[in-house]
T-cell receptor
Framework: LAKTTQPISMDSYEGQEVNITCSHN???????ITWYQQFPSQGPRFIIQ???TKVTNEVASLFIPADRKSSTLSLPRVSLSDTAVYYC??????????????FGKGTKLSVKP | GAVVSQHPSRVICKSGTSVKIECRSL??????MFWYRQFPKKSLMLMAT?????????EQGVEKDKFLINHASLTLSTLTVTSAHPEDSSFYIC?????????????FGPGTRLTVT
């Protein structure tokens, strides 16, 4: 399973765009990149998933370069409620034997007023 | 999105007793469910992978006789912590993988806070 590396923490202010980069140098051909958000004492919540290039949904964008060795989660105009831990995970998404998700340390994002 | 529930959300038990935690996928069928444990200010640690109708696969260092997992149906998996000790106190989170064609998403339950006194 590909190991991921993220910054331990990031600070931002309300209304700013936040970009969190994740390194996954050993990503395999069948691996997808998935980002989760976790608030204290809650289960992780799915944010976005992608394989290559750019993916956008109503809450975030995910940028993946051609070599797929890294990815960047972009949160536009963050608010105080976006303060959470963000996890980048890499794994198969078609139910293969490597489909279980292994969590890294995550990035603790603190949004200030 | 799909919903995964856990019951109970919080439990306190005495040392030496057993506790069962249920994980249900409410609006989809899950052939595979996962159990994680999370200590304060730490990341989630995968404990075991549970496949419907077969024995669970445990991660290295996780005692299968202490953490009994039963995945009896496509919507229910249970984790039983046997002979609980204070060091088993933790936040237990389950997740379920949609049975449909990929790419799939893994949906997480809200977690169960276990405190062993």
């Amino acid at each position: 399973l590909a190991k991921t590396t993220q910054p331990i923490s990031m600070d931002s202010y309300e209304g700013q765009e936040v970009n969190i980069t994740c390194s996954h140098n050993n990503i395999a051909t069948n691996d997808y990149i998935t980002w989760y958000q976790q608030f204290p004492s809650q289960g992780p919540r799915f944010i976005i998933q992608g394989y290559k290039t750019k993916v956008t949904n109503e809450v975030a964008s995910l940028f993946i370069p051609a070599d797929r060795k890294s990815s960047t989660l972009s949160l536009p105009r963050v608010s105080l409620s976006d303060t959470a831990v963000y996890y980048c995970l890499v794994g198969e998404s078609y139910g293969g034997s490597q489909g279980n998700l292994i969590f890294g340390k995550g990035t603790k994002l603190s949004v200030k007023p | 999105g799909a919903v995964v529930s856990q019951h109970p959300s919080r439990v306190i038990c005495k040392s030496g007793t057993s506790v069962k935690i249920e994980c249900r996928s409410l609006d989809f069928q899950a052939t595979t469910m996962f159990w994680y444990r999370q200590f304060p200010k730490k990341s989630l640690m995968l404990m075991a992978t549970s496949n419907e109708g077969s024995k669970a696969t445990y991660e290295q260092g996780v005692e299968k006789d202490k953490f009994l997992i039963n995945h009896a149906s496509l919507t229910l998996s249970t984790l039983t912590v046997t002979s609980a000790h204070p060091e088993d106190s933790s936040f237990y989170i389950c997740s379920a993988r949609d049975r449909g064609p990929g790419p799939y998403e893994q949906y997480f339950g809200p977690g169960t806070r276990l405190t062993v006194t």
